[in-house]
């Protein structure tokens, strides 16, 4: 089942939406997709949805969880009522360049992990929530900040560290990730195709602000990308042939697994996140396979909206107050407001 995340939510008689943009539209025709498009496309043909990587792709994950370890450091460092061993303590004596460095090593866990069960259907399913905690935990341990089998000695104790855990279901968008997908629900489907399990990545929705016409996670298709039953049950599920579709990621390897599945492809450059070398990105920028390119100086989602013919406007977004209940989702996976 997927969420299909309508911005438009009811309150009393009235409709109001979420979006100064409009909210989406319905599926374009396979005939009039062109047609309809005032300005230049850049993608001929024209995709009727677009499915995003959201990690790195749309959020940056890097910022919110390097400041958020460090701040829980410091205000568990602070804490008298904590009894922590001095050796802790001194260990736990971190620049924000350390901290930085944790989160990278943590989120490289997860990277392993993905990687690991796609190519082998038969490890035992773990969603990426369990992973984060179990690997948080195990990096703790080797850091000695956490004691095994000493919970009030370490930095954190379990409830805080599984706390700690879940700071990926509240990352920080890009500048332009909220205006431009606002923007891209004018003509297209917008879907997230993540790895990020359903309730983690509804959470990062309603914080960040992105109005998803569809959350899809990798979760449903029992596998984790690159598999190919990910981006081929995610166009099943829309009623879309996968040439219909096109894949918007930062990172090179998830558009090449899209492209094999016959994804239109579409590289959004995002700081520090691609794993490719330079003669890799150079050799895949020639070879032609990735549909269109969005360059690091350029304005992310924003441009992404400009060249498929979208006009985007600067104006100030009225965002739901933070902490304000996102729409609730029918069992049939529609919004209340859709249902």
């Not at 989120?107 to 082998?120: E, H, M, Q, S």
């Not at 929705?205 to 690159?226: C, D, L, R, V």
């Not at 492809?265 to 003669?279: A, C, K």
Request: with cysteine.
């Amino acid at each position: 089942m997927a969420y299909i995340a309508s911005p438009r939510r009811r309150s009393g008689n009235a409709e109001m939406t979420s979006s100064l943009l409009g909210s989406p539209t319905p599926l374009p025709s396979r005939r009039t997709s062109i047609d309809r498009t005032k300005n230049h496309m850049a993608l001929n043909p024209a995709p009727r949805a677009l499915l995003f990587d959201v990690f790195g792709t749309c959020v940056d994950w890097r910022s919110t969880v390097t400041r958020e370890l460090e701040k829980a450091a410091h205000i568990a460092l602070n804490d008298p009522t904590k009894s922590i061993a001095s050796r802790i303590r001194l260990q736990a004596d971190y620049t924000t360049e350390d901290w930085g460095k944790l989160a990278q090593e943590w989120r490289n866990t997860y990277k392993v992990f993905t990687k690991a069960l796609a190519n082998d259907p038969a490890t035992p399913w773990k969603t990426v929530d369990e992973h984060h905690l179990d690997s948080l935990k195990k990096l703790l341990t080797e850091r000695h900040l956490i004691r095994e089998g000493e919970p009030d000695a370490g930095l954190w104790n379990d409830e805080e560290i599984r706390a700690l855990s879940l700071i990926w279901h509240h990352l920080d968008p890009w500048p332009d990730t909220s205006t431009g997908i606002d923007a891209l629900n004018e003509r297209f489907y917008t879907c997230t195709l993540s790895n990020g399990n359903l309730s983690l990545l509804a959470d990062m929705a309603s914080y960040a602000h992105m109005n998803w016409t569809h959350i899809f996670s990798a979760e449903q298709f029992g596998s984790y990308k690159p598999s190919p039953s990910v981006y081929l049950g995610a166009a099943a599920k829309l009623g879309l042939n996968p040439s219909e579709c096109a894949m918007v990621a930062c990172h090179l390897n998830d558009l090449r697994a899209a492209k094999d599945c016959g994804f239109q492809t579409i590289y959004v450059e995002r700081p520090l996140e691609e794993d490719y070398s330079e003669q890799e990105v150079a050799a895949a920028r020639s070879g032609g396979w990735v549909d269109l390119w969005v360059e690091a100086g350029q304005n992310g989602f924003i441009t992404l909206a400009q060249k498929l013919g979208i006009e985007v406007f600067r104006h100030h977004h009225q965002r739901r107050r933070s902490g304000s209940a996102p729409p609730g989702f029918g069992s049939d996976g529609r919004t209340e407001a859709e249902s």
